[in-house]
């Protein structure tokens, strides 16, 4: 029978385990990415642990028959650990303020107090990222890098705000047929003014007044802080040993609170990195708390939709509260922002899900009267019977035992008389009687209320699940059929109701919150399970490209112990011929009606909705057209945002969006196929040519060539690989340049916005909007030809350089081949050295090295896998209750109840010392 080393693909755990589910896979091949890093440095500290040896007599020649090949060898793989540590997963975690977001990521963290609470960082506009932290030195087992916003960004904010209170100023001089449009366009502009105003003034210690009666200007607002202007474009380090130090220490760059020179700096900050060791962030995730997707505040959402398009995962919190309003799917994110997921292939389960928070805030009470769901659950009533017979037998016993307490003191006043004393001591038993019952009462009505709690909570749940599900589906729907496509095979996404609360009370072990009797009925756990699992594939990936050349360095090392690009060119050519927006006449032709139809839409106050025939406050059109076409908040009720280049882009990207899916989906994948086999080709020429000229010079060393070669067949695997990496990151960079398309409608559209603005008078308002109307439909072909022409040029950009990545990688193969092949030559010419003492020397280094080549090949034979993989089931927060889990029979712990719950949990404070 073969041995395992006969076959190259088969002799390793991690590359024999396709058969196996994806989580036992990425279990595997961590370890032997961790066993293969492990290695490469003990192996550098051999290296360099021989050559202080050896001595400098004899440096020179141990230098020589050493070769510089292996050493190159163990610092690819020190280079490749850098990579690895740098590796990126990040996961955005956006919600309107006070949805709970900072809670959440605690709970992730199992960190309950690193983040600061809600309420503090409410205003900010800042974003905080948390990756793992991979700095062992205790001292910095929590970091920081704050980065400070640059000193321009800072000036145009000011100047924002100036321009704002001139508008203002200059509405209150224009002259109006209409005092109530006046009003009307001055509450739009102030509104405006107080979403930034407020900052400056924290900042930079300036009265309200003093900007609006322009007594001062951005560059002496800026002056006024010399400390501060120093600051703006560098990054500030932090570090301690000390959850609750460094929490106090990073505080006042993440809320409201000040600095110990007394600034309050949040509006300064652009960005907060802290790096803690949790199990959450170990395999690359770096969760990032953003401010919401469609918050109400400019900065806010400014900064969301910046880090949006970076985000691997998307989770979206909404109090549980708040997500029973059947709006609620709806409101989770803009429909532009559905298409971009759409177009980046991200809006599906694997990419994006909600989390309910808060699922604790619930008044029981209320729920049980109020809920159809509950007032149908049959298990549930019968709680509520239960805990009202047992409130009666409460009361009941509760009376009984203080008459019993009464009659004992009365005859404790009278323990002079020998015939009172049998009396006394019947009455004591029945005093401890009673105080028992009422004890075993108290326990049973606690852990019924807290049965009731937690089956309250999952009614709610499932039926928020439930709904949300169904509203993500109707608008996925909608949207499809407004852009003529087709709804995606899979459109239901997850929803995760968790309780940080509990979860925070469950891991310091304080407090018992009813309903919640251990962490998985917090839905935290399940929230993590997710993560881990939606991250599987691209972890994959990368642990694929790290194991293969991880294991070329392996047979290097263990060989050493014992360019032709034109197929793959032309392969790159055939990529090129693809057209991702095929009919473009047809589709041009289309944007023109479609175009017209959007822009009437945008006179009124929901343009979304087709139904509607409202139009908006011409003061809030006008507020639109100055800011050229938006983003802009409304100050009207529900603070609508109006976004018009984004909505036409919304309708008009539609219609390319199935071509656009084809492209990446089907057409990009069948091509690659031929280039990989154009690789395959290239490879056994070269190795043919190269056994041909050894055969001709040296034929004694054919043998060996022919053993070297059986191994070198790993590096055709890994040009492939790079092959395909090369391709998908090409793929990933063109299927990004739809940003272009927005852009262009942009600058082309702000003309048509600025002479529209030209037009006063009577009807300005109809007119403005016929104007626009007609602009549109006389300019749209042109429009939204130069707007297709731009995604089309970057397109071509991007895939132009993939003949350039395909020739690399051929090269880099055929150059790791010449590195290979001169090892065996480099070892087999040793023999002939005249040093026998640096031979000495480096035979010892061999049998060290074949020692760690042994133990790196047994473990990735055999990995030494603490937990294979985690388990198969879902954490989901189960459905039934379990009584007495968790702290529910301990004396000492506090009880914390859903409102309106009343039960009793506890002794009474009026009970005596009974003997």
Same mark, same amino acid.
């Not at 900042?203 to 800026?222: A, Q, R, Y």
């Not at 009267?369 to 549930?380: C, V």
């Not at 990368?542 to 793959?568: A, C, K, P, V």
């Not at 590096?715 to 092959?723: G, T, W």
């Given at each position: 029978?073969?041995?395992?080393?006969?076959?190259?693909?088969s002799?390793?755990?991690?590359?024999?385990?396709?058969?196996?589910?994806?989580?036992?896979?990425?279990?595997i091949?961590?370890?032997?990415?961790?066993?293969?890093?492990?290695?490469?440095?003990?192996?550098?500290?051999?290296?360099?642990?021989?050559?202080?040896?050896?001595?400098?007599?004899?440096?020179?020649?141990?230098?020589?028959l050493?070769g510089?090949?292996?050493?190159?060898l163990?610092?690819?793989?020190?280079?490749?650990?850098?990579?690895?540590?740098?590796?990126?997963?990040?996961?955005g975690?956006?919600?309107?303020?006070?949805?709970?977001?900072?809670?959440?990521?605690?709970?992730?963290?199992?960190?309950?107090?690193?983040?600061?609470?809600?309420?503090?960082?409410?205003?900010?506009?800042?974003?905080?990222?948390?990756?793992?932290?991979?700095?062992?030195?205790?001292?910095?087992?929590?970091?920081?890098?704050?980065?400070?916003?640059?000193?321009?960004?800072?000036?145009?904010?000011?100047?924002n705000v100036?321009?704002a209170?001139?508008?203002?100023?200059?509405?209150?001089?224009?002259?109006f047929e209409?005092?109530?449009?006046?009003?009307?366009?001055?509450?739009?502009?102030?509104?405006?003014?107080?979403?930034d105003?407020?900052?400056?003034?924290?900042?930079?210690?300036?009265?309200?007044?003093?900007?609006?009666?322009?007594?001062?200007?951005?560059?002496?607002?800026?002056?006024?802080?010399?400390?501060l202007?120093?600051?703006?474009?560098?990054?500030?380090?932090?570090?301690?040993?000390?959850?609750?130090?460094?929490?106090?220490?990073?505080?006042?760059y993440?809320?409201s609170?000040?600095?110990?020179?007394g600034?309050?700096?949040?509006?300064?900050?652009?960005?907060?990195?802290?790096?803690?060791?949790?199990?959450?962030?170990?395999h690359?995730?770096?969760l990032v708390?953003?401010?919401?997707?469609?918050?109400?505040?400019?900065a806010?959402?400014?900064?969301?939709?910046k880090?949006?398009?970076?985000?691997?995962?998307?989770?979206i919190?909404?109090?549980?509260?708040?997500?029973?309003?059947?709006?609620t799917?709806?409101?989770?994110?803009?429909?532009?922002?559905?298409?971009?997921?759409r177009?980046?292939?991200?809006?599906?389960?694997?990419?994006?899900?909600?989390?309910?928070?808060?699922?604790?805030?619930i008044?029981?009470?209320?729920?049980?009267?109020?809920?159809?769901?509950?007032r149908?659950?049959?298990e549930l009533?019968d709680?509520?019977r239960?805990?009202?017979?047992m409130?009666r037998?409460?009361?009941?016993?509760?009376?009984?035992?203080?008459?019993?307490?009464?009659?004992?003191?009365?005859?404790?006043?009278?323990?002079?008389?020998?015939?009172?004393?049998k009396? &006394?001591?019947?009455?004591? +038993? !029945? $005093? =401890?009687?009673? #105080?028992?019952d009422?004890?075993?009462?108290?326990?049973?009505?606690?852990?019924?209320?807290?049965r009731?709690?937690?089956?309250?909570?999952?009614?709610?749940?499932?039926?928020?699940?439930?709904?949300?599900?169904?509203?993500?589906?109707?608008?996925?729907?909608?949207?499809?059929?407004?852009?003529?496509?087709?709804?995606?095979?899979?459109?239901?996404?997850?929803?995760?109701?968790?309780?940080?609360?509990?979860?925070?009370?469950l891991?310091?072990?304080?407090?018992?919150?009813?309903?919640?009797?251990?962490?998985?009925?917090?839905?935290?756990?399940?929230?993590?399970?997710?993560l881990?699992k939606?991250?599987?594939?691209?972890?994959?990936?990368?642990l694929?490209?790290?194991?293969?050349?991880?294991?070329?360095?392996?047979?290097?090392?263990?060989?050493?112990? &014992?360019?032709?690009?034109? +197929? !793959? $060119? =032309?392969?790159? #050519?055939?990529?090129?011929?693809?057209?991702?927006?095929?009919?473009?006449?047809?589709?041009?032709?289309m944007?023109?009606?479609?175009?017209?139809?959007?822009?009437?839409?945008?006179?009124?106050?929901?343009?979304?909705?087709?139904?509607?025939v409202?139009?908006?406050?011409?003061?809030?059109?006008?507020?639109?057209?100055?800011?050229?076409?938006?983003?802009?908040?409304?100050?009207?009720?529900?603070?609508?945002?109006?976004?018009?280049?984004?909505?036409?882009?919304v309708?008009?990207l539609?219609?390319?969006?199935?071509d656009?899916?084809?492209?990446?989906?089907?057409?990009?994948?069948?091509?690659?196929?031929?280039?990989?086999?154009?690789?395959?080709?290239?490879?056994v020429?070269?190795?043919?040519?190269?056994?041909?000229?050894?055969?001709d010079?040296?034929?004694?060393?054919?043998?060996?060539?022919?053993?070297?070669?059986?191994?070198l067949q790993?590096?055709?695997?890994?040009?492939?690989?790079?092959?395909?990496?090369?391709?998908?990151?090409?793929?990933?960079?063109?299927?990004?340049?739809?940003?272009r398309?927005?852009?262009?409608?942009k600058?082309?559209?702000?003309?048509?916005?600025d002479?529209?603005?030209?037009?006063?008078?009577?009807?300005?308002?109809?007119?403005?909007?016929?104007?626009i109307?007609?602009?549109?439909q006389?300019?749209?072909?042109?429009?939204f030809?130069?707007?297709?022409?731009?995604?089309?040029?970057?397109?071509?950009?991007?895939?132009?350089?993939?003949?350039?990545?395909?020739?690399?990688?051929?090269?880099?193969?055929?150059?790791?081949?010449?590195?290979?092949?001169?090892?065996?030559?480099?070892?087999?010419?040793?023999?002939?050295?005249?040093?026998?003492t640096?031979?000495?020397?480096?035979?010892?280094?061999?049998?060290?090295?074949?020692?760690?080549?042994?133990?790196?090949?047994?473990?990735?034979r055999?990995?030494?896998?603490?937990?294979?993989?985690?388990?198969?089931?879902?954490?989901d927060?189960?459905?039934?209750?379990?009584?007495?889990?968790g702290?529910?029979?301990?004396?000492?712990?506090?009880?914390?109840?859903?409102?309106?719950d009343?039960?009793?949990?506890?002794?009474?404070?009026?009970?005596?010392?009974?003997?």
């Amino acid at each position: 029978m073969a041995s395992a080393g006969d076959d190259p693909n088969s002799e390793f755990a991690w590359s024999n385990c396709t058969h196996k589910d994806v989580q036992t896979r990425v279990c595997i091949k961590q370890q032997a990415v961790n066993d293969g890093f492990k290695y490469t440095r003990q192996l550098l500290n051999v290296l360099q642990s021989g050559q202080n040896q050896v001595g400098s007599n004899h440096a020179a020649a141990y230098q020589l028959l050493i070769g510089n090949e292996i050493y190159a060898l163990a610092e690819e793989a020190d280079e490749l650990r850098k990579k690895h540590d740098e590796f990126e997963i990040l996961i955005g975690v956006a919600g309107a303020t006070g949805a709970g977001k900072t809670s959440l990521l605690n709970a992730l963290l199992q960190q309950p107090e690193l983040l600061p609470s809600g309420d503090m960082r409410a205003a900010t506009a800042s974003v905080c990222r948390v990756a793992f932290n991979h700095d062992n030195r205790p001292d910095h087992k929590f970091r920081a890098e704050v980065v400070w916003r640059s000193k321009e960004d800072v000036e145009k904010e000011l100047g924002n705000v100036f321009s704002a209170v001139q508008e203002r100023k200059e509405l209150y001089e224009q002259e109006f047929e209409d005092e109530e449009q006046r009003c009307a366009a001055i509450e739009e502009v102030t509104q405006t003014i107080a979403d930034d105003i407020g900052k400056i003034c924290t900042v930079f210690e300036v009265e309200e007044s003093d900007i609006e009666n322009m007594e001062l200007t951005p560059e002496s607002i800026l002056e006024r802080n010399n400390e501060l202007l120093q600051r703006l474009g560098t990054t500030l380090t932090i570090s301690s040993a000390e959850p609750e130090q460094f929490s106090q220490d990073v505080k006042p760059y993440l809320d409201s609170t000040a600095t110990e020179e007394g600034y309050t700096v949040w509006p300064l900050i652009d960005e907060v990195k802290l790096f803690v060791k949790a199990d959450v962030l170990k395999h690359g995730i770096i969760l990032v708390d953003l401010p919401g997707l469609s918050d109400d505040v400019g900065a806010r959402s400014a900064v969301a939709e910046k880090y949006f398009k970076k985000l691997a995962l998307t989770a979206i919190v909404s109090p549980a509260i708040r997500a029973v309003d059947e709006k609620t799917g709806k409101k989770l994110m803009s429909s532009f922002q559905e298409m971009r997921m759409r177009l980046n292939g991200k809006y599906d389960k694997k990419s994006f899900c909600v989390v309910l928070s808060k699922i604790d805030d619930i008044n029981c009470d209320a729920f049980c009267k109020g809920s159809k769901e509950a007032r149908q659950d049959a298990e549930l009533q019968d709680d509520v019977r239960q805990a009202k017979d047992m409130l009666r037998a409460y009361n009941e016993t509760d009376k009984q035992l203080k008459q019993a307490r009464k009659t004992k003191r009365s005859l404790d006043a009278k323990m002079k008389k020998r015939d009172l004393i049998k009396e &006394r001591s019947k009455q004591a +038993g !029945l $005093v =401890k009687k009673h #105080e028992h019952d009422r004890a075993r009462i108290d326990q049973q009505m606690a852990n019924l209320e807290s049965r009731k709690m937690h089956r309250c909570v999952w009614l709610r749940n499932e039926f928020i699940k439930k709904r949300i599900q169904l509203d993500l589906k109707r608008q996925q729907n909608k949207l499809a059929r407004e852009v003529g496509g087709k709804p995606q095979n899979d459109n239901s996404v997850e929803v995760f109701p968790v309780s940080p609360k509990a979860f925070r009370y469950l891991l310091m072990k304080q407090k018992m919150v009813l309903g919640f009797p251990s962490e998985l009925y917090t839905g935290i756990p399940r929230l993590r399970q997710w993560l881990d699992k939606a991250t599987l594939d691209t972890r994959e990936h990368h642990l694929d490209l790290l194991l293969q050349s991880l294991q070329r360095i392996f047979h290097g090392i263990r060989e050493w112990s &014992r360019d032709d690009s034109r +197929g !793959l $060119v =032309k392969g790159a #050519e055939e990529i090129k011929k693809i057209n991702p927006m095929p009919n473009q006449d047809d589709k041009l032709n289309m944007c023109k009606k479609q175009a017209y139809m959007v822009a009437n839409r945008w006179a009124y106050k929901s343009p979304d909705d087709s139904n509607s025939v409202r139009k908006m406050a011409w003061g809030t059109y006008q507020a639109i057209l100055r800011r050229h076409g938006g983003p802009y908040t409304s100050g009207a009720y529900g603070r609508p945002v109006y976004n018009f280049p984004e909505k036409m882009a919304v309708e008009l990207l539609g219609l390319i969006l199935e071509d656009w899916r084809k492209t990446f989906d089907i057409e990009i994948p069948q091509a690659v196929e031929p280039i990989l086999e154009r690789a395959g080709q290239i490879w056994v020429q070269y190795l043919d040519e190269v056994k041909g000229q050894i055969d001709d010079t040296a034929p004694g060393i054919i043998p060996y060539f022919n053993d070297t070669t059986t191994r070198l067949q790993k590096l055709e695997e890994e040009m492939r690989a790079s092959v395909k990496e090369s391709i998908k990151s090409i793929c990933d960079a063109s299927q990004q340049v739809h940003y272009r398309f927005v852009e262009t409608l942009k600058e082309e559209l702000i003309p048509c916005f600025d002479d529209a603005l030209k037009i006063v008078g009577k009807g300005h308002f109809n007119n403005r909007q016929k104007f626009i109307c007609q602009t549109v439909q006389q300019n749209g072909r042109g429009m939204f030809l130069k707007g297709y022409s731009k995604m089309t040029e970057s397109y071509k950009t991007e895939v132009d350089a993939l003949p350039a990545e395909l020739a690399k990688a051929s090269k880099f193969a055929i150059k790791t081949a010449k590195n290979q092949i001169g090892l065996l030559l480099n070892n087999l010419e040793a023999v002939h050295s005249e040093d026998k003492t640096a031979l000495d020397n480096k035979t010892r280094l061999q049998q060290n090295v074949q020692a760690l080549i042994f133990k790196w090949k047994a473990n990735w034979r055999v990995p030494e896998v603490e937990s294979v993989a985690s388990e198969t089931k879902e954490n989901d927060i189960p459905k039934e209750y379990i009584e007495g889990h968790g702290h529910a029979d301990d004396d000492d712990v506090d009880v914390v109840m859903g409102e309106g719950d009343g039960v009793r949990v506890g002794s009474d404070s009026d009970s005596d010392d009974c003997e």
